[in-house]
């Protein structure tokens, strides 16, 4: 065959190989959310539900879920990002009792607004890179007031969870506005503790066969509060001071895994932890829920973002302080 034939054919073969290759592998941009159209693998550190009793061993792993950056506020020495809150607890398994959803019209300014800024605490804006998770959950400081993003809908719940209308494979950016509660939010919350008798019906259910001893402990562990605030840090005081924070239990859970715990492990990882601390907030006549979520992360100083990794953390906060009020 002469040269240039072969120069031809040869060209020709680059450019459908070329061609192949753009379809085949992602490209990657520039600029800090140009990762977004990266296509990846789902990840499966986040679930819609605690359980107890289930894991021997929790696996670390060093696959990102998140990444975050601060663009406006204050800075915050330690954050959790909040995602479903969940209220029921039947002695294993901690799950939603309200499930129905609300969409979230967005406005004229491509904003989801979720309720409106109340002024009890710092406000703060993150950009957040979400990598593709088995939920629609969407995760953010504290209490999210807005979102801003291309979304496929936006929707929300009972408890203030926020949601994606529409599970997507692909990696999801969007800002959100938050109210990080202050001290004067805190002082606030102590003046008035009131709440609507429904949030303490649902909030302040226990197991119908709880452990009596737990009834006795929350009594002597939260005696010296004076306010929902001081009882709250007495029982996480408690625990961080008593218990044994490890990935790998050895022991069996048993029938009653708080109690197993509490009264005889006292050692056991984030779930334990969450679990026995809403249970003896309950216990104490707070109202409380559970909030399953992420820690704040390590820090990027290269990229000035938070990398937050699996697996995930579950936190707990009292409602009737009024910190998500």
């Not at 609507?196 to 197991?207: D, H, M, N, S």
């Amino acid at each position: 065959m002469p040269l240039g034939g072969m120069s031809l054919w040869a060209t020709v073969w680059i450019i459908l190989t070329g061609v192949g290759l753009f379809f085949l592998i992602p490209r990657v941009g520039t600029g800090y959310f140009s990762r977004a159209t990266v296509p990846s693998l789902l990840l499966s550190g986040f679930t819609d539900n605690v359980q107890l009793g289930e894991i021997g061993e929790v696996k670390l792993s060093s696959a990102v879920v998140m990444h975050a950056r601060q663009v406006s506020g204050t800075p915050f020495g330690v954050l959790k990002w909040r995602g479903i809150s969940l209220d029921r607890f039947d002695g294993h398994n901690w799950y939603k009792t309200k499930r129905s959803r609300f969409s979230v019209e967005q406005s004229p300014d491509q904003q989801y607004w979720l309720r409106p800024i109340e002024k009890t605490g710092d406000l703060v804006r993150y950009e957040i890179l979400l990598e593709p998770l088995a939920t629609t959950t969407l995760f953010g400081p504290y209490q999210v007031r807005a979102v801003t993003g291309r979304l496929p809908g936006l929707e929300t719940d009972a408890d203030d969870s926020i949601y994606m209308r529409l599970q997507t494979l692909r990696r999801v950016q969007y800002v959100v506005r938050s109210e990080i509660p202050n001290r004067r939010g805190f002082l606030a919350a102590r003046q008035e503790e009131r709440l609507p008798p429904e949030i303490g019906a649902r909030y302040l259910q226990l197991p119908h066969d709880i452990d009596p001893r737990i009834q006795q402990v929350a009594t002597d562990i939260t005696a010296r509060g004076k306010s929902t605030m001081d009882k709250a840090s007495l029982v996480e005081s408690y625990l961080k001071r008593n218990y044994k924070y490890t990935l790998k239990l050895t022991w069996k859970p048993g029938p009653q895994p708080i109690s197993t715990f509490l009264f005889d492990a006292k050692a056991g990882h984030c779930e334990y932890f969450a679990s026995s601390m809403a249970i003896l907030l309950r216990a104490a006549g707070i109202p409380t829920r559970l909030i399953n979520g992420f820690l704040m992360g390590e820090y990027n100083p290269v990229g000035g973002d938070y990398i937050i990794r699996q697996p995930g953390m579950d936190g707990v906060r009292s409602n009737a302080a009024g910190s998500e009020s």
